[in-house]
T-cell receptor, first 110, second 119 residues
Framework: RKEVEQDPGPFNVPEGATVAFNCTYS??????FFWYRQDCRKEPKLLMS???SGNEDGRFTAQLNRASQYISLLIRDSKLSDSATYLC???????????FGSGTRLLVRP | GAVVSQHPSWVICKSGTSVKIECRSL??????MFWYRQFPKQSLMLMAT?????????EQGVEKDKFLINHASLTLSTLTVTSAHPEDSSFYIC???????????????FGSGTRLTVV
């Protein structure tokens, strides 16, 4: 079983749509959670951290359910520039390792 | 903000030769460096973790004699792919952090990646 699992997509949505991505992780001792964005042939860039209370950054909302070991990302009012691969990432606190999910590809069409 | 400079950005080499990839932290001291590999349409797979001045810790299935990692200073880590073969063609990315940065969750800085093609 993969440590971090995501639906690979692609999600193909029109501009303005709302889209949600889900992620599950297997290590219950994981401490920190993130969503990263990766554009084609580029390095991943931190989109936002994910907190148990849920957090929002503009059009992006992240949620964490520790009991279910489940993380989500909601993107509202999708823009063409949101087209990218979204990576769910978990931090192993004791080793500082970042464990990446396989990513969910989003395509936003005009 | 923190910057990690990774070079080269791309390299083509002949099968059997060795390639060295460098990552430098420009404005902070990276106590820990992570090396990842990413094949097309796959996610980043952690290859190894290196701490300054000590031997790297390799993930299961990664050949330490093939992927030589050196972290001799707090600002420089290198990955050498020895006797490269076409199956080693991939996107290699480093990520640097400090203990404080890692605990604070924001302190991971990625290099821009190196695309290696072995022919």
């Amino acid at each position: 079983r993969k440590e971090v699992e995501q639906d690979p997509g692609p999600f193909n949505v029109p501009e303005g749509a709302t889209v949600a991505f889900n992620c599950t992780y297997s290590n219950s001792a994981s401490q920190s959670f993130f969503w990263y964005r990766q554009d084609c042939r580029k390095e991943p860039k931190l989109l936002m951290s994910v907190y148990s209370s849920g957090n929002e950054d503009g059009r992006f909302t992240a949620q964490l359910n520790r009991a279910s070991q489940y993380i989500s990302l909601l993107i509202r009012d999708s823009k063409l520039s949101d087209s990218a691969t979204y990576l769910c990432v978990v931090n192993e606190y004791s080793s500082y390792k970042l464990i990446f999910g396989s990513g969910t590809r989003l395509l936003v069409r005009p | 903000g923190a910057v990690v400079s990774q070079h080269p950005s791309w390299v083509i080499c002949k099968s059997g030769t060795s390639v060295k990839i460098e990552c430098r932290s420009l404005d902070f001291q990276a106590t820990t460096m992570f090396w990842y590999r990413q094949f097309p349409k796959q996610s980043l797979m952690l290859m190894a973790t290196s701490n300054e001045g000590s031997k790297a810790t390799y993930e299961q299935g990664v050949e330490k004699d093939k992927f030589l990692i050196n972290h001799a200073s707090l600002t420089l880590s290198t990955l050498t792919v020895t006797s490269a073969h076409p199956e080693d063609s991939s996107f290699y990315i480093c990520s640097a952090t400090t203990e404080q940065g890692a605990r604070g969750s924001y302190g991971y800085t990625f290099g821009s990646g190196t695309r290696l093609t072995v022919v």
